[in-house]
């Protein structure tokens, strides 16, 4: 079973539109939850964390079930520029390294 | 605002060639990191290093790989005779102590390995 796991897409939906995603993560011992975006040939840049209670940043809101051991991400009001592959990341505070899923695509189209 | 530095951005080398990858870390973080990420795939982990050793590698890290702090700032990645499967993009990424948002990471913009 993979350590993170997301649905690759990709999500092609009109500007406005409001876009959900998913990710499941394998072990129970994570800590840390992330969301980060990528640009084609570009480093991932931190979105935002995920915590317990889940969180909004702007348009962006991240939820997390730990019992469901699931991580998701939902994006309103779609922009253009929202258009990049959103990579959903876990971490155990004990090693700081951070183990990534593959990416979900998401195209915003006019 | 603060950079994580990488050269060259984009490396073409022969199989069986010996490459540095450089980074320069911004200067008061104390951790520091590889990653890579084959084209199309998952950025994957390599390696970690603080107080000038390793302190968690991956299994990709084997004995063709090793990194060094040689001059306090600069921190590299050596791959010391590169497979066809190396070609991949490098992310170098260091840490601040006790970040508390993604633990204080920046990641550097990369270097694209080409194995010929």
């Known amino acids: 079973r993979k350590e993170v796991e997301q649905d690759p897409g990709p999500f092609n939906v009109p500007e406005g539109a409001t876009v959900a995603f998913n990710c499941t993560y394998s072990n129970s011992a994570s800590q840390s939850f992330f969301w980060y975006r990528q640009d084609c040939r570009k480093e991932p840049k931190l979105l935002m964390s995920v915590y317990s209670s889940g969180n909004e940043d702007g348009r962006f809101t991240a939820q997390l079930n730990r019992a469901s051991q699931y991580i998701s991400l939902l994006i309103r009001d779609s922009k253009l520029s929202d258009s990049a592959t959103y990579l959903c990341?876990?971490?155990?505070?004990?090693?700081?390294?951070?183990?990534f899923g593959s990416g979900t695509r998401l195209l915003v189209r006019p | 605002e603060p950079e994580v530095t990488q050269t060259p951005s984009h490396q073409v080398t022969q199989m069986g060639q010996e490459v540095i990858l450089r980074c320069v870390p911004i200067?008061?973080?104390?951790?520091f990191y590889w990653y890579r990420q084959i084209l199309g795939q998952k950025v994957e982990f390599l390696v970690s290093?603080?107080?000038?050793?390793?302190?968690?590698k991956s299994e990709i890290f084997d004995d063709q790989f090793s990194v060094e702090r040689p001059d306090g700032s600069n921190f590299t990645l050596k791959i010391r005779s590169t497979k066809l499967e190396d070609s991949a993009m490098y992310f170098c990424?260091?840490?601040?102590?006790?970040?508390?948002?993604?633990?204080?990471?920046?990641f550097g913009s990369g270097t694209r390995l080409t194995v010929v």
């Open positions: 990424a260091s840490r601040v102590l006790g970040g508390t948002k993604n633990y204080g990471y920046t």
């Open positions: 990341v876990v971490s155990m505070d004990s090693s700081y390294k951070l183990i």
């Open positions: 290093f603080y107080n000038n050793e390793i302190s968690e």
């Open positions: 200067s008061n973080h104390l951790y």
